[in-house]
C-alpha cells in the first residue's frame, strides 16, 4: 500500500497564480487534514475533513479552499498565492471511529511563492 | 491560546546523556489522546506513541519512555543514552473534540534535538 500520496513535492509559484496540493489516500481513512510547517510555528492544521462532502476550518484556514468528493482524495487550492504562503505542507488521514488513530503523514510538499 | 506548549525549541546534547522533551497541553475534554511524533532530517512525521487521557501508566519501549501526568497536564518523553540517530525534531499532539462534534489534532511547534558525537 502506498499510504498516504502528496503531489508535487516541489513547487514554486508567483504572486497570484493558483495552484492544487493534491493529496491521496489508500488505507480508507474517513478522516484527511492539511498542516502547514513553518520554522518555530510548528505543524499547524489548515483544514480537515471526516467524510466525503464533509470540510472544515482549522487554524489557518485563509487563503486555501479545500473539498472532499471521494474518500480517497483530499486537494487543498490555492487561489491566489501570496509569499506568506511559503511554506512545507503536509497531508495526514486517520480512521474516524477512534480519537486514538494516529495520524499517517505524506511526505510533504514544499512550496515557495515569489 | 496555545494548547500544546512545547518550550524547548532546540536541545543539545552529547551522545549516550539522557534527554527529557517536555510537552505541556490545555484542553476541557475529559476524554482526549496524546501523541509524539518524529521528524528526522529526511523530513517525514513518524508516530511514535500515544496515551489517552484515561491512563497515566508510564510506558518503556526500549530506550525510550513516557511520563504522562494529568495534574499537571504533561506529557514528557525522555530519550536514555541518547544516539546520533536520535537526532530529529520531535512533537507533541493532542486529538480533542472539534466544534463540528468530530476531532481534531493539534501539534505543538516541535523540539529540535541534536545528538553530538
Known amino acids: 500500500n502506498a499510504g498516504v500520496t502528496q503531489t508535487p513535492k516541489f513547487q514554486v509559484l508567483k504572486t497570484g497564480q493558483s495552484m492544487t496540493l493534491q493529496c491521496a489516500q489508500d488505507?480508507?481513512?474517513?478522516?484527511m487534514s492539511w498542516y502547514r510547517q513553518d520554522p518555530g510555528m510548528g505543524l499547524r492544521l489548515i483544514h480537515y475533513?471526516?467524510?466525503?462532502?464533509?470540510?472544515d476550518q482549522g487554524e489557518v484556514p485563509n487563503g486555501y479552499n479545500v473539498s472532499r468528493s471521494t474518500t480517497e482524495d483530499f486537494p487543498l487550492r490555492l487561489l491566489s498565492a501570496a509569499p506568506s504562503q511559503t511554506s512545507v505542507y503536509f497531508c495526514?488521514?486517520?480512521?474516524?471511529?477512534?480519537?486514538?488513530?494516529?495520524?499517517?503523514f505524506g511526505n510533504g510538499t514544499r512550496l515557495t511563492v515569489t | 491560546a496555545q494548547k500544546v506548549t512545547q518550550a524547548q525549541t532546540e536541545i543539545s546534547v552529547v551522545e549516550k546523556e539522557d534527554v527529557t522533551l517536555d510537552c505541556v497541553y490545555e484542553?476541557?475534554?475529559?476524554?482526549?489522546?496524546l501523541f509524539w511524533y518524529k521528524q528526522p532530517p529526511s523530513g517525514e512525521l513518524v508516530f511514535l506513541i500515544r496515551?489517552?487521557?484515561?491512563?497515566?501508566q508510564n510506558e518503556i519501549s526500549g530506550r525510550y519512555s513516557w511520563n504522562f501526568q494529568k495534574s499537571t497536564s504533561s506529557f514528557n518523553f525522555t530519550i536514555t543514552a541518547s544516539q546520533v540517530v536520535d537526532s530529529a525534531v520531535y512533537f507533541c499532539?493532542?486529538?480533542?473534540?472539534?466544534?463540528?462534534?468530530?476531532?481534531?489534532?493539534?501539534f505543538g511547534t516541535g523540539t529540535r534535538l541534536k545528538v553530538l558525537a
Open positions: 495526514a488521514s486517520s480512521y474516524l471511529k477512534t480519537q486514538k488513530s494516529p495520524l499517517h
Open positions: 488505507m480508507n481513512h474517513e478522516y
Open positions: 475533513s471526516v467524510g466525503a462532502g464533509i470540510t
Open positions: 484542553t476541557r475534554d475529559t476524554t482526549y489522546y
Open positions: 496515551r489517552n487521557s484515561f491512563d497515566e
Open positions: 499532539a493532542l486529538s480533542e473534540s472539534s466544534t463540528s462534534g468530530t476531532y481534531k489534532y493539534i
